[in-house]
């Protein structure tokens, strides 16, 4: 089992900044791609991010590209998300996920943790 916390989440203002950052435990982090996704209001469950086990690799939601980055160190069991110039239509709570393939994770992954509420104000 893998165990997953986030924080940072909050209230921003439309064009500001959020870092996201998720703890993981219980099995070798550096074994695991990691990810988020997040989930809006009334909407599915959407893919944002995800990155190689080695933090080699990333890949993006169209609608995040340019303005989110996603990092991980591997030393600290951490994976981050860097969320600049923030959109009201990334009001969402994100989840931080983790899966041993890096390819399949646009579509879902093996563990997840409970959720941190990013809201953004107009």
């Known amino acids: 089992q893998v165990q997953l916390v986030e924080s940072g989440g909050g209230l921003v203002q439309a064009g500001g900044s959020l870092r996201l950052s998720c703890a993981a435990s219980?099995?070798?982090?550096?074994?695991?791609?990691m990810g988020w996704f997040r989930q809006a209001p009334g909407k599915e469950r959407e893919f944002v991010a995800a990155?190689?086990?080695?933090?080699?690799?990333?890949k993006y939601a169209d609608s995040v590209k340019g303005r989110f980055t996603i990092s991980r160190d591997n030393a600290k069991n951490t994976v981050y998300l860097q969320m600049n110039s923030l959109k009201p239509e990334d009001t969402a709570v994100y989840y931080c996920?983790?899966?041993?393939?890096?390819?399949?994770?646009?579509?879902?992954?093996?563990?997840w943790g409970k959720g941190t509420l990013v809201t953004v104000s107009s």
């Open positions: 219980g099995r070798t982090f550096s074994n695991y791609a």
């Open positions: 990155i190689s086990s080695s933090g080699s690799s990333t």
């Open positions: 996920a983790a899966d041993p393939s890096y390819g399949t994770f646009r579509r879902t992954a093996a563990y």
